[in-house]
């Protein structure tokens, strides 16, 4: 049983730079993969950045170049580092822990943080 929790969301001005973070609990914190998703108003749910337990990283292309993930797994902290904020990453961004069993997949949900991105 996993429980994530985000942090660090806010206002931030075009070009800016924003560090979210994502506690968790349980102790089998280190096999998840853990993943950055986000979702703005009239759209769907998209996945920003994953990172796996072997610390292996994916970005959607819109965000590639710019946003980093990272994990600390000593701490049970995952974070996504946002640099060259754009109006469009405006969205409320959550985190989700998921682990692929032989028979069954786990998914566990934070409760989002609003990042807004304007001048």
């Known amino acids: 049983q996993v429980q994530v929790v985000e942090s660090g969301g806010g206002l931030v001005q075009p070009g800016g730079s924003l560090r979210l973070s994502c506690a968790a609990s349980?102790?089998?914190?280190?096999?998840?993969?853990m993943n950055w998703y986000r979702q703005s108003p009239g759209k769907q749910r998209e996945l920003v950045a994953a990172?796996?337990?072997?610390?292996?990283?994916n970005y959607a292309d819109s965000v590639k170049g710019r946003f980093t993930i990272s994990r600390d797994n000593a701490k049970n902290t995952v974070y996504l580092q946002m640099n060259n904020l754009k109006p469009e990453d405006t969205a409320v961004y959550y985190c989700n822990a998921h682990w692929t069993a032989p028979r069954n997949e786990y998914d566990y949900w934070g409760q989002g943080t609003q990042v807004t991105v304007s001048s």
């Open positions: 349980g102790s089998s914190f280190t096999i998840y993969t």
């Open positions: 990172i796996t337990s072997g610390r292996s990283t």
